[in-house]
């Protein structure tokens, strides 16, 4: 079989996901990050009151058209606590910042303009009409729709959703993500290895990646190399009704890589395997109905380039969020040297040149096993198939692992 090209395998991929539809109904609280499922409408006006916005008098402006007015004050008007009165010719009510702006009154003097005197006020600065004044419903009205289906909750839109007095909103259902790690070599982190066994790790990584995406994350844990047991898993996880289910290592066809074998016996449609890629050369796509499987390598450096590459740009588009930007160009800090057939991901380290240039310098070793050289590293280098020889300083293609690092 030929291997696929990396963007027609991550194509194909994308070209029959559908955004999730669904939705449920959230607390504010519990709503951070989320995706609104309808237009949300204001409950209602506000301010609901003609307002102060500042500390002083509010006075009617025909009562003061030039410094040296005096007006009496007849009462005062605090924030949860207005004037129950209304404001007659040459009269003034003490003020504050949010109170209402009692009946009568259509400006508020700054209370550094007034100078007290016995039972008032003498007006010393010229007031303008409306001075410092928030009309009623200047930021929004009751029924106004304010936020649009489609607007990702972050803080500022939060605090808008309950100054509209929704305590809940509708938003997208998030996907579900069902990771199954296989094979009889695998322990949980706390363990003690026998002489054939390994640390399961990769699990953790995945489902860091696919909640920072946007889903949950259902994990089935670990299943030995047994297609009765795997099977048992894959049926979990269709119960469950999940939108896309991750395998991780098992994936090929060799005698103990059981796991595409047991998929396709479950009923899998096996869209392609085996991508122009390094790391990740083995990784699988298929589907059964509207459910996506997306089967990892077991290397962790393999299977963590295989989320990134695929399994983070699935997540968005059935969140209906954007995708992240990882892409950016920088410089290589040495030459790298002719590429193959395969797109080569390779870990490197950014830094600074004296001129204020980014650099990007591989890391000696890539083997995808080691663990610690991805978690040092700030990008991946990209090297396309049949990349002729790079020169130090000559633009470089890299994918971010952390897509604020170069703001």
Not at 246 to 265: F, P, R
Not at 361 to 371: A, I, N, Y
Request: hydrophobic content about 45%; proline content about 8%.
């Amino acid at each position: 079989m030929n291997l696929l090209p990396v963007a027609e395998a991550l194509n194909r991929l994308l070209s029959r996901a559908k955004p999730i539809a669904a939705s449920e109904t959230l607390p504010l609280s519990e709503a951070e990050g989320r995706i609104l499922a309808v237009d949300l409408t204001a409950g209602l006006t506000q301010p609901p009151f003609n307002a102060s916005a500042m500390d002083g008098y509010a006075l009617r402006r025909e009562d003061a058209p030039e410094p040296g007015a005096v007006l009496k004050v007849i009462g005062m008007s605090s924030a949860g606590h207005g004037f129950e009165g209304s404001v007659g010719q040459g009269e003034a009510v003490r003020i504050f910042t949010g109170a209402p702006v009692p009946p009568g009154a259509d400006s508020v003097l700054l209370q550094e303009d007034a100078e007290k005197i016995e039972g008032g006020i003498r007006i010393n600065f010229p007031v303008r009409q409306g001075q410092h004044v928030r009309p009623r419903g200047q930021d929004f009205a009751e029924g106004e729709a304010v936020l649009s289906a489609g607007t990702v909750l972050d803080f500022s839109r939060l605090t808008v959703a309950a100054g509209m007095n929704r305590p809940d909103v509708e938003v997208l259902r998030r996907p579900l993500i069902a990771i199954l790690a296989t094979g009889d070599e695998l322990l949980p982190p706390g363990s003690t290895p026998g002489p054939s066994q390994i640390i399961a790790s990769n699990t953790f990584g995945i489902a860091a990646l696919a909640r920072k995406a946007g889903a949950d994350v259902l994990d089935l844990g670990i299943v030995p190399d047994d297609k009765a047991k795997i099977s048992a898993a894959i049926d979990t996880a269709r119960d469950a009704k999940v939108d896309v289910i991750v395998t991780l290592g098992g994936a090929s066809v060799g005698d103990h890589d059981l796991v595409q074998a047991t998929l396709i016996e479950a009923g899998m449609q096996l869209d392609f395997w085996r991508i122009a890629m390094r790391p990740g050369k083995p990784l699988m796509v298929g589907s059964f109905g509207e459910t996506h499987v997306l089967g990892l390598p077991g290397n962790p450096v393999s299977s963590l380039v295989c989320s990134l590459l695929f399994l983070e740009p699935l997540i968005r588009k059935l969140a209906s969020l954007p995708p992240v930007q990882r892409e950016a160009t920088v410089e290589a800090a040495v030459t790298l040297r002719a590429n193959d057939h395969r797109q080569d991901y390779i870990r490197a380290k950014l830094s600074k040149s004296a001129a204020g240039h980014w650099l990007a310098e591989p890391f000696g070793k890539q083997d995808s096993s080691m663990m610690k050289v991805f978690a040092a590293a700030d990008c991946l280098v990209i090297r396309p198939p049949h990349a002729p020889e790079l020169p130090a300083g000559a633009p470089c293609p890299v994918m971010l692992l952390r897509p604020d690092l170069l703001a």
